[in-house]
């Protein structure tokens, strides 16, 4: 270390520091070469009888002598530099042991003992049978820690969580210091009952005898676990999502989804619905061309299906009662938590019923879905990690007349922003009360459906709200103030998320249907295959639509929908 200057009295040190144009790496203390901070000055002269630091900002400025205030924040400031020094040291001893042990580890040859019986191969889920045996697993590593000489690895394929215990030679191999988070192995070993007082993945675990890497993952910076963390933002979540799949909550989330399906199509398949397939690629709107995706289709213009509905009608005459479960598009440039550009629709199509009956049935539909679900083996388990506080919704659903819900709103307060004012500040904003012919605003929805703390059938809404296709409804019950027709049309709102089913019967008069095209400035000549369902045997008919996702976020407790979904697309993302 470079000798700082003295003054007049020996056993003074005096150091000198410049924050503008000093260096704590080059520096050392002297006037002509100064440090940047006073803390790292306290750290290189620690030992010295007396200090005397002399400082200033710029070069501009006088040089002055520390204040007491400014020297006690210099003193804990070389405190975290020697805390730093020493875990840098530490790092520097722990990294050369590591290197050692990866050195002996080199000579350790590991192979399998071929007089033991042989491995029968499972998956983690179907382990417990195979207790007191000797079994060969595969999966990806989820965590591992090592006590001593030995490392406990819990491993996952997919069907489950495993815990492994690498002991002896086998902890010793140069594999076994590379290991970390993420790489895939193969286990061989006895497959025990975890002792009293001890607890593993499925109350056992492997004993191994032999053990091998298939793929290693990286380490140090670039590691699964230093990728990203609870603090990490939404946009690089997304970016990472390929890697954020692999969590527990994300997968139960996505396993959770996947029964949820099997679900809904055992629910639908005992109401006597048979699930076809319709296109995605269609020249055809059905919720207005404002939110088509469209792309041309070799010489012709087409679209990305915002719903599969018209195409379900003209299967009813085929095959009956029919649903599909299919991926649906709305290039809306909607960035709340509840909307995405591309999800997962389930629709269903049912003929000779009434608008009661759709509600009814749609209300059945729902409720045994959920039964099912929560019957259904290992759902317990996603449920406690994911939403232990569910309850099914209770029957029956309260059916609200959105006339009703107008007054209902006023009565409680709860008022909706002016057109006129909804993009200014918050405190630009200008509230109203609701009146007949608004559309109730979706935070309006939400609150009310809360606030009455059950599910709630909202229906009859007026027909300038709604799509072309909706049934009015007949006699005074569908006459509104100033000419107003109210729709045979229903949204099912679920407290704690809102709108998740809407549903409606359809036109089914030709006329009617012709006229309705008239009216929207719709071109029925394109619609041919779905006016002729009415033209060849009509009948009264009615179908619904329901967003996996919103679903799934209520059963789930997720905050977006963005998490309901394997590879999300909202606007401006399109990757992974």
Request: aromatic letters at 8%; charged letters at 25%; hydrophobic letters at 35%.
């Amino acid at each position: 270390m470079a000798t700082a200057s003295t003054s007049s009295s020996a056993d003074i040190l005096e150091i000198y520091v410049e924050e503008q144009n000093g260096s704590d790496e080059t520096g050392d203390g002297s006037i002509q070469s100064p440090y940047q901070s006073a803390a790292q000055a306290v750290f290189n002269y620690s030992s010295a009888p007396q200090l005397k630091i002399i400082i200033r900002k710029t070069e501009a400025d006088e040089w002055q002598e520390i204040t007491a205030t400014a020297l006690k924040k210099a003193r804990k400031g070389a405190e975290g530099i020697e805390k730093k020094r020493k875990k840098a040291l530490e790092a520097e001893a722990k990294a050369a042991e590591k290197a050692s042990q990866q050195e002996k580890a080199k000579v350790v040859v590991l192979e399998e003992d071929t007089s033991l019986p042989q491995a029968i191969k499972s998956k983690i889920k179907y382990l417990e049978k195979h207790r007191g045996q000797r079994v060969r697993v595969s999966g990806w590593v989820h965590r591992l820690r090592s006590q001593g000489k030995v490392i406990f690895l819990v491993i996952r394929d997919g069907t489950g969580f495993l815990q492994v215990m690498l002991g002896g030679k086998l902890s010793q191999i140069e594999d076994a210091s590379l290991l970390t988070n993420e790489a895939t192995v193969e286990v061989f070993g006895s497959l025990q009952v975890v002792p009293e007082g001890k607890s593993a993945p499925g109350g056992h675990e492997v004993i191994a005898d032999y053990w091998k890497v298939i793929g290693h993952a990286p380490q140090g910076e670039d590691s699964y676990l230093s990728r990203f963390n609870e603090d990490t933002g939404p946009s690089i979540l997304a970016d990472l999502r390929h890697l954020v799949l692999r969590g527990e909550t994300q997968s139960a989330v996505l396993k959770l989804r996947t029964c949820l399906l099997s679900s809904f199509r055992h629910s639908l398949d005992s109401h006597d619905l048979k699930e076809v397939t319709p296109p995605c690629i269609v020249q055809t709107q059905v919720e207005g061309g404002a939110t088509l995706f469209g792309f041309k289709y070799y010489d012709q213009e087409a679209f990305l299906t915002q719903s599969s509905q018209l195409y379900l009608e003209t299967i009813l005459p085929a095959l009956g009662d029919v649903y599909c479960v299919q991926e649906s598009f709305r290039a809306e440039t909607s960035h709340t938590r509840r909307h995405l550009s591309e999800f997962t629709h389930l629709e269903a199509e049912l003929a000779f019923i009434t608008f009661d009956d759709l509600m009814t049935h749609i209300e059945s539909a729902i409720c045994d879905t959920i039964d099912h679900l929560l019957a259904t083996p290992g759902i317990s388990e996603l449920m406690a990690v994911l939403n232990p506080d569910f309850k099914k919704p209770t029957r029956p659903f309260l059916r609200m007349k959105y006339s009703d819900a107008i007054e209902w709103l006023i009565e409680h307060k709860i008022q909706h922003v002016t057109e006129e004012t909804e993009d200014l500040p918050d405190d630009q904003k200008i509230y109203v009360d609701h009146q007949i012919g608004d559309d109730i605003a979706e935070a309006a929805e939400r609150k009310m459906t809360d606030e009455i703390g059950r599910p709630i059938f909202l229906y009859g809404f007026p027909s300038h709200l709604k799509a072309f296709y909706m049934q009015k409804m007949k006699g005074p019950e569908g006459q509104g103030p100033n000419g107003m027709v109210y729709t045979e049309s229903c949204d099912l709102l679920m407290p704690g998320v809102g709108e998740c089913v809407g549903g409606s019967m359809r036109i089914h008069d030709v006329d009617e249907l012709l006229a309705a095209f008239k009216r929207q400035g719709i071109p029925a000549e394109p619609y041919y295959w779905y006016v002729d369902q009415r033209r060849y045997g009509t009948c009264e008919h009615g179908g619904y639509g329901l967003g996996v996702e919103r679903f799934l976020a209520w059963i789930a407790n997720r905050y977006t929908v963005r998490e309901c979904q394997l590879y999300g697309r909202w606007p401006g993302r399109a990757t992974p």
